[in-house]
């Protein structure tokens, strides 16, 4: 069987099948890589917006809102399995999910969706232990799926164009985030750097290659 593996950017080889903590480089890779992937697919007016400025926001407001240390540090590497799988914005994986329909049947979307969750979740494994974490707790998961909605929703206020449409009530319903100004797009060294310097405060314990 070929060997799957993707190169990063520090040029490492980063094995898709039986990868382990040792693999994920946080500091570097992962800061460097969601430094650089876009947020929306790329369609943010102006500079691009970048997911390790999403999840650097995002930390921020946690510490804002409610303290938690913990919290903070899990929003910060929810979306770091995208250095790998990149991100899959959610109307382009229903459609994946209506094509597989389309394709093999009524039941094939769900076998769609269960492989990106599955992929994201044995990331999500190796990244939680190579930053010095358990995995989270039903009660963090519910906290950080809240407050990643309600960072969608400030970011889709304040970023993007007005939508032609509804994005569905729980967006258009979410609370922003609390926040000290205005969303405005970094540069990619920025974001590169403050998501290292939140996994530093965050994640004391995190693996340095």
Avoid at 27 to 37: Q, S, T
Avoid at 77 to 106: M, Q, S
Avoid at 184 to 194: E, L
Wanted: charged content about 20%; hydrophobic content about 45%.
């Amino acid at each position: 069987m070929t060997e799957l593996w993707k190169q990063t950017i520090t040029g490492r080889a980063f094995p898709l099948t039986g990868f382990s903590a040792v693999d994920v480089d946080l500091f570097n890779d992962v800061a460097e890589g969601l430094a650089r992937i876009c947020r929306f697919g790329g369609h943010v007016p102006g500079n691009p917006y970048s997911v390790a400025q999403h999840c650097v926001v995002g930390a921020d407001a946690a510490i804002e809102e409610t303290g938690d240390a913990n919290l903070a540090a899990y929003f910060l590497l929810h979306d770091a399995h995208e250095t790998i799988v990149d991100d899959i914005t959610t109307p382009v994986a229903k459609w994946f999910a209506r094509i597989a329909d389309e394709l093999y049947g009524g039941t094939a979307s769900g076998m769609v969706e269960t492989v990106i969750a599955t992929a994201k979740a044995r990331l999500d494994a190796a990244i939680w232990r190579a930053a010095g974490l358990p995995p989270p707790g039903k009660t963090y998961r519910a906290q950080i799926a809240e407050l990643d909605m309600r960072m969608l929703a400030t970011e889709q206020r304040q970023l993007l164009m007005p939508p032609p449409k509804s994005w569905g009530k729980q967006i258009d319903a979410a609370r922003p985030i609390r926040m000290r100004g205005g969303l405005t797009a970094w540069p990619v060294a920025k974001a590169a750097d403050a998501y290292r310097e939140r996994l530093a405060q965050l994640c004391p314990n995190a693996r340095r290659v």
